[in-house]
Structure formats: structure tokens, C-alpha cells
């Protein structure tokens, strides 16, 4: 499984961004998928997953503000980041896991892309 990621870019805080996440094929069924980021700095975090029964789970410091959802006839897992803040700059990734009804952040993910960086300024 091939995951590119693609829609980063600079955006004004306050604005919006659609990141997304193509796969060169679905992982194995069930899976789940993810975000994660690494600003500046720091380490990486999670910020949202979709698990296999396409249940979202986010990071409180995007909580209402981001989300993700999948679309399963493209093969695209999307991020839809919503008013965002200089702090929500980063390297966005996405994570795939085959075989997965459920993970969380803390958990290892087999299949990553290569990220997309994203600037809020």
C-alpha cells in the first residue's frame, strides 16, 4: 500500500485547508487510518483517525475544528481543516493499518505516506 499525501500549502489562520490521502489500493480489510503531524520542534501527534467501521476520533487541539472522512470509491482519505491556528503548523502524514478494527495514536501504524506540509500563518 502506497499512501501520497497531497493539498498542503500556506493558508491564512482562520481559513480553511483540505488535505488528502491517496492509496495506491485499500489495506486489507478491516483497517484503520490516520493523521498525524510533527511541527517545528516537536514530536509527532495524532490528529484524527478513522477506524474500520468509520468511527472519527480526534485530537482535542482540533477537536471541532478538523475531520477526516474516507471515500472509499477513490481510494482518498480526506482532512478538512476548518479555522486553523499558527499552531497547527506542521508536516501532515497519513497511516494506514490493515487487519484493524480499531487503533489508536499511541499505536503502530504499517503504512505511511510521505506528508504534506502545512503553514498557518
Known amino acids: 500500500v502506497q499512501l501520497v499525501e497531497s493539498g498542503g500549502g500556506s493558508v491564512q489562520a482562520g481559513g480553511s485547508l483540505k488535505l488528502s490521502c491517496a492509496a495506491s489500493?485499500?489495506?486489507?480489510?478491516?483497517?484503520?487510518m490516520a493523521w498525524f503531524r510533527q511541527g517545528p520542534g516537536k514530536e509527532r501527534e495524532g490528529v484524527a483517525l478513522?477506524?474500520?467501521?468509520?468511527?472519527?476520533t480526534y485530537a482535542d487541539s482540533v477537536k471541532g475544528r478538523f475531520t477526516t472522512s474516507r471515500d472509499n470509491t477513490k481510494n482518498t482519505l480526506w482532512l478538512q481543516m476548518n479555522s486553523p491556528k499558527p499552531e497547527d503548523t506542521a508536516m501532515y502524514y497519513c497511516?494506514?493499518?490493515?487487519?484493524?478494527?480499531?487503533?489508536?495514536?499511541?499505536?503502530?501504524?504499517?503504512?505511511w505516506g510521505r506528508g504534506t506540509q502545512v503553514t498557518v500563518s
Open positions: 497511516a494506514a493499518e490493515p487487519y484493524s478494527w480499531y487503533r489508536s495514536f499511541k499505536d503502530e501504524y504499517t503504512y
Open positions: 478513522i477506524d474500520s467501521a468509520g468511527t472519527t
Open positions: 489500493r485499500w489495506p486489507s480489510r478491516p483497517y484503520c
